[in-house]
């Protein structure tokens, strides 16, 4: 069993719901991004998704895009980051997934990301624009290292298609809340709680939903329906916010700790 689906299964055994907080690495560099993990994963994150920094980033609002503009201005390349989940893995075991495009994991190479994933301590893959059949080839090159294929879905994926990216999916599903890209947004969107009652009918992988969560009302409607509820664009504003501050970790930190009043954080300091 996966650390993602050991996660899920701990989660569904006590009734819980998951927390999964996206964060693009190396923003706003390698060693600040690295403490931000770190602090995610001691205050309540079930699991980690991790952007690889990409000069086009078709899916993602304003706000990641400008994230993964600054990592790439640092040279933040992915092998760097796999090297951060490498020093990460000494300090915590909560699952990372890879939030990427196909583009720069080509240039890489499936096979050695693969390999070198794997022996970093990722547990996960979400490429999100990958389809059908390029879908299915990576799922068989991850799930060769122990890997999942995280895979999306969308309120305009049909029932043809849901069927065919549960097969190639493991660990979670992760449902798109609305069509368009990421973005905070004051209110969720009513046809993601039809869309994860669609999915149920093809697969029994934990559905997290995410676009557009910034708060903790929010959280609690996901909740009532999914399993997980992704935040990204919220705490990727918090880091773009602090940078003139130098208090990023710190301002992180208290924000995550706002959304989930409720978890018991561990009480070491980053």
């Known amino acids: 069993m996966s ?48 952007g690889v920094p990409f000069s086009d980033p078709m899916a993602d609002g304003p706000t990641i895009q400008a994230s993964s503009q600054r990592a790439l201005e640092s040279g933040v390349k992915l092998a760097d980051i796999l090297q951060m989940v490498r020093d990460i893995r000494k300090e915590t075991d909560t699952p990372i997934v890879l939030f990427s495009y196909l583009n720069p994991l080509f240039r890489y190479g499936f096979e050695r990301l693969a390999a070198d994933a794997a022996d970093a301590g990722v547990d996960g893959v979400l490429v999100t624009d990958a389809v059908d059949e390029v879908a299915f ?49 004051s209110d969720t969107s009513s046809t993601a709680e039809a869309l994860v009652a669609r999915a149920r009918k093809y697969t029994d992988l934990p ?19 999914a399993d997980a509820a992704v935040v990204g664009s919220a705490i990727v504003a ?32 980053i």
Not at 137 to 156: E, F, K, M, N, Y
Not at 177 to 183: E, Q
Not at 207 to 225: L, M
């Open 3 to 50: 650390r993602i689906s050991d996660k899920f299964a701990k989660l569904r055994s006590a009734n819980g719901r998951g927390f999964i907080p996206f964060v693009s690495a190396g923003d706003p560099d390698l060693e600040t991004s690295k403490k931000i993990v770190l602090s995610l994963a001691q205050n309540g994150a079930d699991v980690i998704e991790l």
């Open 238 to 269: 918090e880091i773009e916010r602090s940078i003139p501050t130098g208090e990023t970790v710190e301002r992180v930190t208290k924000f995550v700790r706002a959304l989930l009043p409720e978890v018991a954080f561990d009480a070491a300091e």
């Open 137 to 185: 080839v990576i799922s068989q090159v991850l799930r060769s290292r122990g890997l999942d294929l995280i895979s999306l879905i969308a309120p305009t994926t049909s029932d043809d298609r849901l069927e065919r990216i549960a097969q190639s999916a493991s660990g979670f599903i992760y449902a798109v809340s609305r069509a368009g890209v990421t973005g905070a947004r």
């Open 207 to 225: 559905i997290a939903v995410g676009f557009g969560i910034s708060s903790r009302d929010q959280i609690d409607e996901v909740w009532r329906y």
